[in-house]
Nanobody, 129 residues
Framework: QVQLVESGGGLVQPGGSLRLSCAAS????????IGWFRQAPGKEREFVAT????????YYADSMKGRFTISRDNAKNTVDLQMNSLKPEDTAVYYC??????????????????????WGQGTQVTVSS
């Protein structure tokens, strides 16, 4: 069955970096866009970044541009999110998700969480001194 497993979360000081990884299994990663979303306590889930099936296209939420980088290695079935210059407001549970449809990647469609059919369990990121 389709599985997405996030890892790499943890506690980091403001200005620090973390690299999250999403391990995919149970489907052919090459066919699907992958997105990262996050949810802070008491807030709605929000879009972070997305990458097309072959990695040729990426898109970021405005507040992440220049700080976060999404990448993928289809041979290793992983999609990573490199997060630099972290701020306390980046504290949240981070989720990776697989697009509901293969070969789908249009903006703003891929910003919407209902464009994704499968979700991981999330990994906690806490930015605090």
């Amino acid at each position: 069955q389709v599985q997405l497993v996030e890892s790499g979360g943890g506690l980091v000081q403001p200005g620090g970096s973390l690299r999250l990884s999403c391990a995919a299994s149970g489907f052919t990663l090459d066919y699907y866009a992958i997105g990262w979303f996050r949810q802070a306590p008491g807030k709605e889930r929000e879009f972070v970044a997305t990458i097309s099936w072959a990695g040729g296209n990426t898109y970021y939420a405005d507040s992440m541009k220049g700080r976060f980088t999404i990448s993928r290695d289809n041979a290793k079935n992983t999609v990573d999110l490199q997060m630099n210059s972290l701020k306390p407001e980046d504290t949240a549970v981070y989720y990776c998700a697989r697009s509901a449809l293969p070969y789908a990647f249009t903006i703003p469609t891929m910003i919407r969480f209902d464009s994704y059919g499968y979700w991981g369990q999330g990994t906690q990121v806490t930015v605090s001194s």
